[in-house]
């Protein structure tokens, strides 16, 4: 898979990965309102330290700028998107038309999501839609590129050259489906995969050995997910709260064992730790950092991992 023909888009990201470079990603969450320049700061802090940054679609069922508003934001301003889309609060219909709006818009990259339940968010009594779920979404996004007819059978009017996503949570029970699932969604049509941030290395290699087994990382791009922790308090409340997240314990100790005010240093640390050993697992393409509303690290992030300058592909 490290050839460049046989693209499928115009994304950078699907370049990247088939020139045969490890791919980075970050997320870059959307504000809670029209504030422009705060999302536009957030721009400036990763720009030119990612191949593209994800653009969450209401993460946790929160109302947030619309992900296609912010994405079409982040092509304005030079970074590439990766437009989430839920189906929690769009029908076929919408999810269709919304695909169209986005392309056009310059926006190449779609991750495909069914979303959190509303009851998790801001918005607990709103009405849920989940017309379809994720494989579903996938699956009818991938027939509108590789086909051109809509989900009715009916053509597309102009070509719709996008790189689908997906994401995939190698930590959630029934640990022995995790796999499984993951390759129903990459024969849907997902392109390249997203993880759920790892911190059970031992774990997420079981995992990793099992999609091997199925050949699943020769049929789509794997991105190990990461979230560096900042205190021994988020750590504590993930592994409490974050369903599918589990934290070893020395983990957690190693990071309450430094100063409070070196918690942070040392979760980075630790990350960085993860991503050097990810790097020898095979099947990792890439990784997707997951800073949530800490993206001034994440240049030395990158930088510290011997990640950068990013690749120039064409």
């Not at 653009?55 to 934001?73: E, H, L, W």
């Not at 495909?112 to 989940?130: E, I, M, S, W, Y």
């Not at 029934?174 to 774990?203: L, S, V």
Request: proline fraction near 4%.
């Amino acid at each position: 898979m490290t050839s460049t023909n046989g693209l499928k888009s115009g994304s950078n990201l699907e370049k990247v990965f088939r020139a045969g470079h490890l791919a980075v990603t970050c997320e870059c969450g959307p504000p809670k309102g029209a504030d422009v320049e705060h999302l536009k700061k957030k721009i400036q802090m990763i720009k030119g330290y990612v191949d593209a940054a994800n653009v969450t679609d209401n993460q946790t069922a929160v109302v947030r700028m619309s992900s296609i508003g912010a994405s079409a934001i982040l092509v304005q301003n030079g970074v590439e998107p990766v437009m989430q889309m839920v189906t929690r609060d769009r029908n076929r219909i919408a999810a269709q038309s919304d695909l169209f709006g986005a392309y056009a818009l310059g926006i190449r990259n779609m991750l495909c999501l069914t979303g959190d339940h509303q009851k998790f968010g801001n918005h607990p009594f709103a009405r849920n839609v989940f017309d379809m779920d994720s494989i579903q979404l996938l699956s009818m996004v991938r027939t509108i590129r590789d086909e051109g007819k809509v989900n009715s059978g009916e053509p597309v009017e102009g070509g719709v050259k996008m790189f689908f996503g997906a994401a995939a949570n190698p930590f959630a029970d029934p640990f022995e489906f995790r796999a499984i699932r993951m390759g129903k969604k990459i024969y849907a049509g997902a392109d390249f995969i997203q993880t759920q941030c790892i911190y059970d290395m031992p774990r997420f290699k079981e995992f990793m050995k099992m999609a091997r087994d199925m050949g699943l990382h020769e049929k789509a791009f794997i991105m190990a997910g990461l979230t560096p922790l900042k205190s021994v308090g988020m750590a504590r409340y993930m592994n409490r709260n974050v369903s599918g997240i589990t934290i070893p314990e020395e983990m957690i100790k190693r990071v309450a064992g430094v100063p409070k005010d070196k918690q942070a240093d040392e979760g980075i640390k630790i990350c960085l730790e993860q991503m050097a050993e990810l790097k020898e697992e095979e099947g990792i393409r890439g990784f997707h950092i997951m800073a949530i509303e800490w993206e001034e690290r994440i240049p030395e992030i990158v930088e510290r991992a011997g990640l950068y300058p990013r690749p120039r592909v064409d």
